[in-house]
Structures are given as structure tokens and as C-alpha cells.
């Protein structure tokens, strides 16, 4: 079992940069494949970024790749989302998820553990 808590959301203006934060409990961090995605009210969630154990492979989303970085501290059990250059469209509950094994999914069905969800919201 994975315990998955995110913090970092909040309210800000449309450029702005925000840095999401999801801490693991549970199991061994570094055997985790670890994602964000996020749900837009109203909209099925969709995915945003992804990172393998090790950190070194990272996939993205075409509508944040270049304005988002995801990254992890394994020593931490924590896994980021810096998110910048925000827009309005940004604006959604975003979650973090884990899955075992490598392979870095884009499928939220693919994860197993998922986070409570926190807040983003960016204003024009």
C-alpha cells in the first residue's frame, strides 16, 4: 500500500510559476513509477507528466511540455511538478499517482495510488 499527499496548490496569476509537491509513504519510493495528472472541472482527468525510478526519463504532456518540469528525491519520497509560465487553462485539481514498475504510463488506469488532489487555480 501507497500513501500519496500532495501540497504546493494555491492562486496565482497567469505567468506566474508554482511548485507542486507529492510525499510517499508506505513502500520503497524508488521502486515507484510516479506521475501528475489533472482534472479540469467538468473534464475526464488527463495526464501531465511522469518519471521513472531513477529520474532520468521524464514524459510529458504536449500542453505543459516546455513550461513544466517533474522531477523526484528519492531520498525525500517526494516527487515535484514546477510548473510555470502558467495559464488560466492550467487551472485544475492536480493529482499525483503512483504505479510499480518502469514503465511510465500515461494511462491514469495504469496507476495504482493516487493522491487527495490539490487545487490550482490561475487567474488572467
Known sequence: ????????????QAGDSL???????????????MGWFRQISG????????IRWSGATTYYSDSVKGRFTI?????????????????????AIYYCAAR?????STRKSEYGYWGQGTQVTVSS
Request: glycine share 8%; with cysteine; proline share 2%.
Open 1 to 12: 500500500q501507497v500513501q500519496l499527499v500532495e501540497s504546493g496548490g494555491g492562486l496565482v
Open 43 to 50: 473534464k475526464e482527468r488527463e495526464f501531465v507528466a511522469a
Open 100 to 104: 510499480s514498475g518502469s514503465f511510465a
Open 19 to 33: 511548485r507542486l509537491s507529492c510525499t510517499a509513504s508506505g513502500r520503497t519510493f524508488s521502486t515507484l513509477t
Open 71 to 91: 522531477s523526484r528525491d528519492n531520498a525525500k519520497n517526494t516527487v515535484y511538478l514546477q510548473m510555470s509560465s502558467l495559464k488560466p487553462e492550467d487551472t
